[in-house]
């Protein structure tokens, strides 16, 4: 295989993983590379790999995973066939199997275990080996993925969670063959004590029943946690699913051929029909249909989609026939990128994940010390052999910290989840830390609380036909809201030469051998007495008004209307009865802001700021003690969008815009706002719950383990609800 480009992104799939110690070992491994910087996720089975060095190649990578036995493959790209999906049904299926021949067993296991230890007269000849038979398929069969998982890792020096379980598995098993074999079961007698007392304390040799219940417990957690992991993670195999796999794409003698998606390149013609997916991002140059984009943001109500109108790969025409011209394809689109959003999420790390994966890495060994300090210490206060071996066996199996490894990815994956389909994309955890502390959140207008389709309503000055059309063709090279709607009032714009962007002030360009600006007043200069009223007029309604000029003064203006979004006054709403205060800040014009603010409900308004001014805004809030939020899609929004404490960007913005923010908001609703930080702040809180439990759990439960007051049996239960107990407090976020 060649060599990975460097610096290049690779995600991978992992299986086998089963705790953060196996997360931590591959990451280790992964990062002694040459030129590797890699981070592994737990909950999501999955790595991002960044390499930069051409000596590392994907099959480089992959084979040291495999070294250390887990299976390791590229994650598969947007709109892979679902057919060449990773073997996790297979893997689920064998510990299903595992599962039920354990827990088969295991009951009998228990139940003779139990009546022969507290009545002998019960007792028949051979019964010690019919239970070593009962239990031998448990802990050889069951057990073993738990047993090879822990040889691969001392084979190459590591230890995990799954070392300690084996290790307590084989230890109970030995000890009591030996004991069978010994003959030393049918010479103990039973002391007179309660049910209970025998639960909490076992008396006798024979363990035989711990090492069953700790396999079957074990592989019981294991498998409820990987079906809701699996679950969990449905959002992102969700997402990539909806990706078109093949494209009908019209030829120049205007018939259609088929041919895979991956075909399609940037500028090619595809037809889409009624009820297809549409195949890539493009632009429609014919038809009209309303296309159902709910799978992709969430949104329940289907658009209209006309020419001229941008589209998105994976969403779905319903009503009638689009020919659309791709303009990204493959990884470029949108769908592409949420994905990686997605995936982005996962791989970043919180920094208590790290001291968990940091304390996962020498836990194990501690916990062997402690075991093997806890057998001398009962030993020599006198508790005998099997007195010093249970409560030593209780250590190895209540110490596996598999609650704390899953504590932070698992609430991780189920709110990347929970956001992928709400339209709310989360970038890392940067952005569920800084959520609960913020207080105050900033709103563009244009584009964000307005739709940002502004249409021309009327041209000022004595030559309007002029006026718009060298505004039309200096703003040709602009992207902003007011340049589409100046650029499609004119139907064919003349090309513009020297284009200069002036962000936040307008635009500057040659129009056919005249210098041409377009933008604020104060780029050209005062506004003639002949257009002060009716300028005036225009401002006062709430409109827009873009000053044209050449010639050293303002020759005109073009005057646009943009409506507000029907859901931003709920937005606004929302975001104040969650104690949050909202502010307008815009480069318009008062007028025009506090128009728009008055419609929305909100009282503070900024207007008329570069985006210098806005950053300063921002700076000062912050040094006077607030935590803001910024709301932006525009290109002039992505300094401040990366200045904020948080930055929000709505998905219809520019790449400037989403780059630059931590959580991207897919959905045309701003009632996604106050839902994406009710979602961050509700997934930080379930990862302090779950952390809390995690620790609280081994904290209270290694000491009554090493005073003899915890039945290695229940040891192992109560270390399978732990993990159960986190993946079900995560799992209540799926329901926000």
Not at 2 to 23: H, K, N, R
Not at 196 to 213: F, S, T
Not at 286 to 306: F, H, I, N, Q
Not at 421 to 450: C, M, Q, Y
């Amino acid at each position: 295989m060649t060599a990975v480009v460097s610096p290049a992104v690779l995600d991978l799939e992992i299986g086998g993983m089963s705790c953060a110690a196996c997360a931590s070992r591959i990451e280790r491994r992964l990062n002694r590379l040459d030129g590797v910087a890699a981070t592994v996720d737990l909950a999501g089975d999955s790595a991002r790999v960044v390499i930069d060095s051409p000596d590392v190649t994907t099959t480089t990578v992959v084979d040291t995973v495999a070294k250390l036995g887990y299976t390791a493959r590229p994650a598969r790209p947007v709109g892979a066939d679902p057919s060449d999906a990773p073997a996790d049904d297979a893997e689920l299926r064998d510990l299903w199997r595992r599962l039920v021949v354990a827990a088969a067993l295991f009951l009998p296991v228990a139940d003779l275990a139990l009546v022969m230890t507290a009545v002998p007269s019960l007792r028949f000849p051979g019964w010690e080996l019919v239970l070593a038979l009962l239990a031998a398929p448990v802990v050889g069969w069951s057990a073993w993925p738990l047993h090879r998982r822990a040889l691969a890792g001392l084979r190459h020096g590591t230890t995990s969670m799954d070392t300690l379980v084996s290790l307590g598995i084989v230890a109970a098993t030995v000890w009591s063959v030996g004991a069978v074999l010994g003959g030393s079961v049918a010479s103990v007698e039973p002391a007179a004590a309660s049910t209970w007392d025998l639960l909490l304390h076992p008396a006798g040799p024979v363990y035989l029943e711990v090492a069953a219940g700790v396999t079957t417990f074990v592989l019981a957690g294991r498998y409820v946690e990987r079906r809701a992991r699996r679950a969990s993670g449905d959002a992102l195999a969700a997402l990539a699913r909806l990706a078109a796999r093949d494209v009908a794409v019209l030829v120049d003698d205007g018939t259609e051929t088929r041919m895979p998606v991956s075909a399609l390149a940037v500028g090619m013609r595809f037809v889409v029909r009624p009820g297809e997916k549409i195949a890539a991002d493009g632009r429609v140059v014919a038809g009209r249909s309303a296309v159902d984009r709910s799978m992709l943001t969430g949104e329940p109500v289907p658009a209209d989609a006309e020419v001229g109108d941008a589209v998105v790969g994976g969403t779905v025409a319903v009503s009638g026939r689009l020919v659309v011209e791709a303009t990204a394809v493959g990884e470029a689109t949108a769908l592409a990128g949420m994905v990686r959003l997605v995936r982005d999420a996962r791989a970043d790390k919180a920094d208590v994940q790290r001291l968990v994966d940091r304390i996962s890495a020498w836990f194990v060994p501690a916990v062997v010390v402690l075991a093997l300090a806890t057998a001398l210490g009962w030993w020599f206060a006198g508790a005998g052999a099997s007195g010093a071996f249970s409560p030593a066996l209780a250590v190895l199996v209540i110490a596996c910290p598999c609650a704390l490894g899953l504590a932070t990815p698992m609430a991780m994956v189920v709110a990347s989840g929970r956001g992928a389909r709400r339209g709310i994309f989360l970038k890392g955890h940067h952005a569920l830390e800084t959520s609960r502390r913020v207080d105050t959140v900033v709103l563009d207008k244009t584009g964000t609380l307005t739709t940002g389709r502004m249409t021309v309503v009327s041209v000022l000055g004595s030559a309007p036909d002029l006026v718009l059309e060298r505004a039309a063709a200096v703003e040709r090279g602009s992207e902003h809201a007011i340049a589409s709607a100046v650029v499609s009032s004119v139907p064919v714009p003349a090309e513009p030469e020297d284009f200069v962007a002036l962000p936040g002030l307008g635009a500057r360009a040659v129009v056919s051998g005249v210098a041409v600006t377009v933008g604020r007043p104060d780029l050209v200069g005062e506004v003639p007495a002949s257009l002060a009223a009716e300028w005036a007029t225009a401002e006062e309604a709430g409109h827009t008004v873009v000053a044209v000029g050449w010639d050293a003064r303002v020759q005109g203006a073009v005057v646009l209307a943009d409506e507000v979004k029907l859901s931003a006054a709920p937005a606004v709403a929302a975001l104040k009865q969650a104690g949050l205060h909202p502010v307008l800040l815009s480069g318009d014009h008062e007028r025009a802001a506090r128009h728009v603010a008055d419609a929305v409900g909100i009282d503070e308004v900024v207007a008329g700021v570069l985006p210098e001014g806005k950053l300063a805004f921002l700076a000062a809030r912050r040094a006077a003690g607030a935590v803001v939020a910024m709301v932006g899609d525009g290109v002039n929004d992505g300094p401040a969008l990366a200045a904020a404490d948080l930055g929000l960007a709505v998905g219809s913005g520019t790449d400037v815009a989403l780059d630059a923010a931590d959580v991207i908001l897919v959905r045309d609703d701003l009632t996604a706002v106050p839902e994406a930080l009710a979602l961050a702040r509700a997934t930080h809180r379930t990862i302090r719950v779950n952390l809390g439990w995690a620790f609280g759990y081994n904290v209270a439960a290694i000491p009554l383990a090493v005073a003899g007051l915890l039945n290695p049996l229940l040891a192992g239960l109560a270390m399978a609800l732990s993990s159960l107990l986190v993946v079900t407090s995560s799992l209540r976020l799926r329901g926000r």
